[in-house]
């Protein structure tokens, strides 16, 4: 069974930039969760779908953040523009129907450093 | 705010000894509670659950969960040099959200 995809694994760009990361996650998982990683910290949820809706985004900062998930598979994360203190690994994660909450599979990550 | 909270370490064990590594969390209503492992460059990966008091035992690993007194911790046995990571313990609240706490970093010394 492949498992979550994530791409690109690695971005740098200068702050005000804009940047944009994809996942695809396990074939069959309805429930996606986009994660932010900070160097030393734990992740820290950004946003989570349901299929192709939004369950929550409360952590999202939404005037720089943006995230879909059209089709309810993969979805991309949006930054613009970029601040320094974006620099961390955005972590994408997902789980099947059914699983207990919490019970999260994922990616590999994409780490991004902002100049 | 919800809060997990773990002890950052480093927390250094011989190899062959026992490894405990401890969780608090703020609220109550709390519903499930897990250790992810993350090895230095990589991505969490779930090592254990445990959704009611009292311990559970898997391998060389045995999560002990307390909810009176709001705590979890993970005992690794026999430590071996691949246990060498970040130890992140998550709990999903009332609103089975999951938050995770900063992670306990743990080497095992061959």
């Known amino acids: 069974e492949a498992g979550v995809a994530q791409s690109p694994r690695y971005k740098i760009i200068e702050k005000r930039q804009s940047v944009a990361f994809w996942c695809n996650p396990i074939?069959?998982?309805?429930?996606l969760y986009w994660y932010q990683q900070i160097l030393g910290q734990g992740p820290k949820l950004l946003i989570q779908?349901?299929?192709?809706?939004?369950?929550?985004d409360s952590q999202l900062p939404k005037d720089r953040f943006s995230a879909e998930r059209l089709k309810g598979v993969d979805s991309t994360l949006k930054i613009q523009p970029a601040k320094l203190e974006d620099s961390a690994v955005y972590l994408c994660?997902?789980?099947?129907?059914?699983?207990?909450?919490?019970?999260?599979?994922f990616g590999e990550g994409s780490r991004l450093t902002v100049l | 705010q919800k809060e997990v909270e773990q002890n950052s370490g480093p927390l250094s064990v011989p190899e062959g000894a026992i490894a405990s590594l401890n969780c608090t969390y703020s609220?109550?209503?709390?519903?499930?509670f897990f250790w992810y492992r993350q090895y230095s460059g990589k991505s969490p990966e779930l090592i254990m659950s445990?959704?009611?008091?009292g311990d559970k035992e898997d391998g060389r690993f045995t999560a002990q969960l307390n909810k009176a007194s709001q705590y979890v911790s993970l005992l690794i046995r026999d430590s071996q040099p691949s246990d060498s990571a970040t130890y992140l313990c998550?709990?999903?609240?009332?609103?089975?959200?999951?938050?995770f706490g900063a992670g306990t970093t743990v080497t095992v010394r061959a």
């Open positions: 998550a709990v999903t609240f009332q609103d089975y959200k999951l938050s």
């Open positions: 445990i959704y009611s008091n």
């Open positions: 074939s069959g998982h309805a429930t």
């Open positions: 779908f349901q299929n192709n809706g939004v369950v929550d």
């Open positions: 609220d109550r209503v709390s519903q499930s």
């Open positions: 994660a997902s789980s099947p129907p059914g699983l207990v909450a919490g019970e999260l599979f």
